[in-house]
């Protein structure tokens, strides 16, 4: 069974910083040869990109990420890891992890999700 946890959510005040962890199990493919990545639903809108990273270690950042946030990855570990700088209200969501197979697209695994509530 292929499950993707997320780790490390929770409430921080606006200026702050959280580090959220996701770790894979079950994936029937070498997590090796994953590409990675962070998303976001904030609240009453659609689910949106964060950052990404391909198996060859390769980021990519949304506009409002650059900067503030990094992404990471364990292979050792199977783990997928997104530090968050500097956190504002508008990133508050509930932050998801996948995982999908590199150069194929597909298939692709979700988390559950982990809130992130910042406050002012």
């Known amino acids: 069974q292929v499950q993707l946890v997320e780790s490390g959510g929770g409430l921080v005040q606006a200026g702050g910083s959280l580090t959220l962890s996701c770790a894979a199990s079950g994936i029937p493919f070498s997590f090796y040869n994953m590409d990675l990545g962070w998303h976001r639903q904030p609240p009453g809108k659609q689910r949106e990109l964060v950052a990404t990273?391909?198996?060859?270690?390769?980021?990519n950042y949304a506009d409002y990420a650059k900067g503030r946030f990094t992404i990471s990855r364990d292979n050792a570990k199977s783990t997928v890891t997104l530090q968050m700088n500097n956190l504002k209200l508008e990133d508050t969501a509930v932050y998801y992890c996948?995982?999908?197979?590199?150069?194929?697209?597909?298939?692709?695994?979700w988390g559950q999700g982990t809130q992130v509530t910042v406050s002012s």
């Open positions: 990273i391909t198996s060859r270690g390769s980021t």
């Open positions: 996948n995982a999908i197979r590199s150069s194929y697209g597909y298939p692709a695994y």
